[in-house]
């Protein structure tokens, strides 16, 4: 089937201003992971779910940041009152059952803050 | 924290064999090597992954010392379409977590 995918795919906030972005992974793919990656470095972990349980968020950089997937498919990260510093590429990745170490990208969300 | 580090960038012409290398010195007994290879607006691709001696799949190879602290990403015969950045990845504190390195940013010249 289909791929991970995203969207928005670009998103331009005011600061202050909240946003969501959605993550829909593979069918299937039970663990899903959100990264942040800004302009010309790597992907920097943010938070690991295994089905609708959030295993892992010690990559969040602060508590404006939170994510959820309530029916352990779909995915929201939502960042509440957007900073200049939150400007990154934000990209979600699903693995399937007992691989976690191969994981399935989307193409991302670009967020800008003005 | 098992840290990875990898050359900036290279440069290599089309149809020469390309080595990357990867060193993480701190990887653990469970812990496997995965690369993934980004293009630019898009997500990072699975290229390959072993945990010891040679794997080789259709894109490429991967070269694991007996002492598992480097490993080498082998790309044979090169195109400008290999040109990426190329990220070694060693799982950090359990399997939840996984931290990309650098990257090497490959680029081919015709």
């Known amino acids: 089937g289909a791929g991970v995918s995203q969207s928005p795919r670009y998103k331009v906030a005011k600061r202050g201003q909240d946003v969501a972005l959605r993550c829909d992974p593979i069918s299937g793919h039970v663990s899903l992971f959100w990264y942040q990656q800004a302009l010309g470095q790597g992907p920097e972990f943010l938070t690991y779910f295994q089905n609708e349980a959030q295993l892992d968020k010690s990559g969040l950089p602060s508590d404006r940041f939170f994510a959820e997937r309530p029916e352990g498919s779909v995915s929201t990260l939502k960042i509440q009152r957007t900073q200049q510093e939150d400007s990154a590429v934000y990209l979600c990745?699903?693995?399937?059952?007992?691989?976690?170490?191969?994981?399935?990208f989307g193409p991302g969300t670009r967020l800008t803050v003005l | 924290l098992a840290k990875t580090t990898q050359p900036i960038s290279m440069d290599s012409y089309e149809g020469q064999e390309v080595n990357i290398t990867c060193s993480h010195n701190?990887?653990?007994?469970?812990?496997?090597i995965t690369w993934y290879q980004q293009f630019p607006s898009q997500g990072p691709r699975f290229i390959i992954q072993?945990?010891?001696t040679k794997v080789t799949n259709e894109v490429a190879s991967l070269f694991i010392p007996a002492d598992r602290k480097s490993s080498t990403l082998s790309l044979p015969r090169v195109s400008l379409s290999d040109t990426a950045v190329y990220y070694c990845?060693?799982?950090?504190?359990?399997?939840?977590?996984?931290?990309f390195g650098t990257g090497t940013k490959l680029q081919v010249i015709p």
């Open positions: 072993g945990y010891k």
């Open positions: 990745a699903s693995s399937p059952p007992m691989s976690l170490d191969t994981q399935y």
């Open positions: 701190n990887i653990a007994t469970n812990d496997y």
């Open positions: 990845l060693v799982r950090i504190g359990g399997y939840q977590k996984v931290t």
